[in-house]
């Protein structure tokens, strides 16, 4: 079953602490995103990856850190220094080429405790 | 400023009718225009993309225009039915493949 997975699906951060979102795909794609939602606002790309061991700062990156050691996963971590991260967290992937459709994760939902 | 704009920001409808979605943009240089629908909790799903040279392209119920003169799309759907309740997500790709999302337009459609 094709398709990209984003886990958990909740998520609790303590005050201080740093946690990493998970994102997997296996739709052999090049480039990997990042995106933020908030409610009433439009999604806003964090960051993104078009090749393993390449990424790039999206609009909102400050308090954020990735990876991309594999094609198959670009995990997101959110760190002590992101201090309101309470949002919904969307991950995708597409080709790689302009004009090319994304395909979505699930989502996941973190929140501060 | 880049942005794009959707109207209106929540829509009631009853099952089996139609309705239009309206989606403005400022975007410049303009490279296609998406609609995206996301259900509560998941993430968006991908309707339509069009370039700029097409002013027209449907999927299933779903039809998007597209006027780059004017700078306006609608997404039209036909004969509703109650899975359609969603948010639908207006998106243009703008220069260097950046994207631009609208803040959605919220449907529900009640029986």
């Known amino acids: 079953d094709g398709g990209i997975t984003q886990s958990p699906k909740y998520l609790f951060r303590k005050e201080g602490q740093n946690v990493t979102l998970s994102c997997e795909q296996n739709?052999?794609?090049?480039?990997m995103y990042w995106y933020r939602q908030d409610p009433g606002q439009g999604l806003r790309l964090i960051y993104y990856?078009?090749?393993?061991?390449?990424?790039q700062k999206g609009d909102i990156a400050e308090g954020y850190s990735v990876s991309r050691e594999k094609k198959e996963s670009f995990p997101l971590t959110v760190t002590s220094a992101q201090k309101n991260p309470t949002a919904f967290y969307l991950c995708?992937?597409?080709?790689?080429?302009?004009?090319?459709?994304?395909?979505f994760g699930s989502g996941t939902q973190l929140s501060v405790l | 400023k880049n942005q794009v704009e959707q109207s209106p920001q929540s829509l009631i409808i009853l099952e089996g009718k139609n309705c239009t979605l309206q989606?403005?943009?400022?975007?410049?240089?303009?490279?296609?225009l998406r609609w995206y629908k996301q259900d509560t909790g998941r993430g968006p799903v991908s309707l339509t993309i069009?370039?700029?040279?097409?002013n027209t392209k449907s999927n299933g119920r779903y039809t998007a225009t597209l006027d780059a003169d004017t700078k306006q799309s609608s997404l039209h759907i036909t004969a509703s039915q109650l899975s359609d309740s969603a948010s639908y997500i207006c998106?243009?790709?703008?220069?260097?493949?950046?994207?631009?999302f609208g803040t959605g337009t919220r449907l529900q459609v009640f029986p």
């Open positions: 995708a992937s597409s080709m790689g080429r302009s004009g090319e459709k994304l395909f």
């Open positions: 739709l052999n794609h090049d480039a």
């Open positions: 990856s078009q090749i393993v061991n390449d990424f």
């Open positions: 989606c403005n943009y400022t975007v410049s240089p303009f490279s296609n």
């Open positions: 069009m370039t700029f040279s097409e």
């Open positions: 998106v243009v790709g703008g220069g260097g493949d950046k994207l631009i």
